[in-house]
């Protein structure tokens, strides 16, 4: 008989070979701090004797393991239980999830909001509901927009990265190419590009790169299309102006139609949401799949990362992570590395895929936990190091850090 089952062995070799292989590394912590060990496939495992210091989590303000954050999520699971049950249409709809929920509406300036399971379940949700004939996304958006994309079954059409005037110039090349001639309106059953529906997408802070995208720009450029804009605030969510993300920098709430964001990086919990209208909301209650087809995000998560986003709007957390920002950049830059992006996070740019290995693997020798970040992930030829600093490092943590990238980068010459 023939096989028609999968050589899973021969494609695990074919990752080793090309370095891109990945193990899962256990961890006894997710703040600054934590012991590692070797992944031990189905044994338990053996974590070290001594504690690195962590600089490559989403946990900017280093909430995951704050008391206030960890004795709501006690109380949510002692007052409601450690799980919705079922999905929020049949019972697992509580009061914890419509306190987040209002939380998160007044942090992003919208009439209401929806939390998810996560913030891939968000994106390709959201977008797949929406079923828009075109998408606009940008070159970096992150793999859920992508997935959301293919759910969709839209045409989508990739924009250079932060790009608003290569946005506009793609827009216009629809509006006037083949699909606006007459023999395309005839062959889609007459109708045309006028008649599309079309969706701009982007992050905000683009989780590789550090980069922030010019929203209000986006904004111009989509409106002048009529199109509706979408921004992923995964990574800005708590980070910037009262609590919510560039969106609220920029003072944007009123022209982007869809603002989503995930509750497991600065909300120091796990899930997602969308925030924007009440009709929005309303559609997607009734027609994002992943919403539907769920089980409702555990309570001791929806009310762990309501207390985050309080105390993200409410105490220091934002101040102290930015001064972290700005001392890491600046210890960084003074020892003769490349440091780009403009957010938290810090990308060390060294070019060569070994080179970053090889740096990584250095920087913890000397108890720095920070990845290198190679091909496919980013473009060949642009590997680098993705430092994220907390808003809960010292300032003896950030000064080992940068004393190890300096020793770690002299070893392997890249300074």
């Given at each position: ?121 968000a994106n390709v949700g959201t977008i ?285 010459g890249v300074i």
């Amino acid at each position: 008989m023939r096989e028609r089952g999968f050589d899973l062995d021969a494609r695990l070799q074919n990752r080793r070979h090309r370095d891109l292989y990945r193990n899962l590394q256990p961890a006894d912590s997710v703040g600054p701090r934590a012991r590692f060990g070797p992944d031990p496939g189905a044994g338990l495992p053996v974590l070290d004797a001594e504690s690195d210091l962590v600089f490559a989590a989403n946990n900017y303000l280093g909430l995951a393991n704050d008391e206030r954050v960890v004795e709501a999520a006690q109380r949510a699971a002692d007052v409601v239980g450690t799980g919705a049950g079922a999905s929020r249409l049949v019972t697992g709809d509580t009061m914890v999830h419509r306190d987040l929920e209002a939380r998160i509406a007044d942090a992003k300036h919208a009439e209401r909001a929806l939390a998810f399971s996560s913030g891939y379940a968000a994106n390709v949700g959201t977008i797949a509901a929406l079923d828009p004939d075109v998408v606009f996304s940008d070159a970096l958006n992150h793999a859920s927009i992508v997935d959301g994309c293919r759910l969709a079954d839209a045409d989508v059409v990739v924009y250079d990265h932060c790009d608003p005037k290569d946005l506009r110039e793609r827009m216009d090349r629809r509006r006037s190419g083949p699909a606006a001639t007459d023999e395309a309106m005839m062959a889609n059953g007459g109708t045309s590009t006028e008649a599309e529906s079309w969706l701009v997408v982007t992050d905000s802070v683009f989780s590789m790169d550090g980069t922030i995208a010019p929203l209000e720009s986006l904004a111009d450029v989509a409106e002048s299309a009529g199109a509706w804009l979408m921004v992923d605030e995964a990574h800005a969510t708590g980070c910037f102006v009262d609590g919510g993300g560039i969106v609220q920098r920029d003072g944007l709430e009123d022209r982007v139609q869809i603002q989503l964001g995930t509750l497991s990086k600065a909300l120091a919990s796990q899930g997602g949401y969308i925030a924007g209208s009440n009709e929005l909301v309303e559609y997607l209650v009734n027609e994002a799949r992943s919403f539907v087809f769920s089980t409702g995000l555990a309570p001791s998560a929806a009310a762990a990362a309501g207390e985050a986003l309080h105390l993200a709007r409410t105490t220091d957390r934002r101040a102290r992570l930015w001064r972290n920002v700005d001392k890491l950049r600046e210890g960084l830059e003074d020892v003769g590395l490349e440091v780009a992006g403009e957010s938290q996070i810090l990308p060390v740019h060294v070019g060569d895929r070994a080179d970053a290995l090889a740096l990584s693997e250095a920087l913890r020798d000397r108890g720095i936990v920070a990845p290198a970040i190679r091909p496919p992930t980013v473009p060949a030829g642009t590997s680098r190091i993705r430092v994220a600093p907390m808003a809960t490092h010292s300032a003896p943590e950030l000064e080992a850090c940068v004393n190890a990238f300096a020793e770690a980068a002299e070893e392997i010459g890249v300074i």
